[in-house]
């Protein structure tokens, strides 16, 4: 049985980047990908565009469970969302993304910086070539993302609360490029397509 992620050990705002590089070291999750059990079902749940999970049309209000529910979660080749075991594959209906980074902690500057996020699920993710950023192709109507597990490009995702997006707005107009990007982890995302 795979057991929910445990809690920040302290406010995500003290947290520094070197004790959120060893909770991330310290993760475990299940391996839904290599799962493909030959039950196939629909879950009855839904996570809606505000990162709320439901089943059966009532909300879930347990943190633990959403928490581990979000680790046995996969995104399947034709886009749609799986909770999935070594017994079974459920559908689950996704209204947007399956998470939100709701935090951000960024450090250093430049190439140097890093950016960490907290997930609605506690679950933190640092932005980096193996979690790369994405703000859409349209400069007046944003879209940003952040690649959370699976295959980049088809797997699971975090849409970046607006107030955030505003923050690394800020940041990459300080460093005064043009156009502005944003470096996280040694990886340079533009803020716009070129």
């Not at 680790?71 to 999935?84: K, N, S, Y």
């Not at 070539?129 to 959370?148: E, N």
């Amino acid at each position: 049985m795979v057991s929910p992620a445990p809690s920040l050990p302290k406010d995500f705002s003290q947290l520094s980047l070197a004790e959120a590089a060893e909770l991330l070291a310290a993760r475990k999750l299940p391996p839904v990908d290599a799962w493909h059990p030959e039950r196939d079902g629909d879950s009855a749940m839904e996570i809606r565009a505000d990162g709320s999970w439901y089943h059966e049309g009532g909300r879930i209000n347990r943190p633990a469970m959403v928490k581990l529910f979000s680790t046995i979660l996969r995104r399947e080749p034709d886009g749609g969302h799986v909770l999935v075991t070594p017994a079974e594959r459920l559908r689950i209906a996704v209204e947007d993304t399956a998470f939100r980074a709701v935090e951000m902690k960024s450090e250093g500057e430049g190439a140097a910086r890093q950016l960490v996020f907290r997930l609605d699920t506690d679950d933190l993710v640092i932005a980096g070539a193996g979690h790369p950023l994405s703000f859409g192709g349209d400069p007046d109507h944003p879209d940003p993302r952040l690649h959370v597990r699976g295959a980049i490009g088809n797997g699971l995702e975090a849409r970046i609360d607006r107030a955030l997006y505003y923050e690394i707005v800020d940041l990459a107009l300080a460093e005064g490029r043009d156009p502005p990007v944003i470096w996280s982890n040694g990886t340079c995302f533009p803020l716009v397509d070129i």
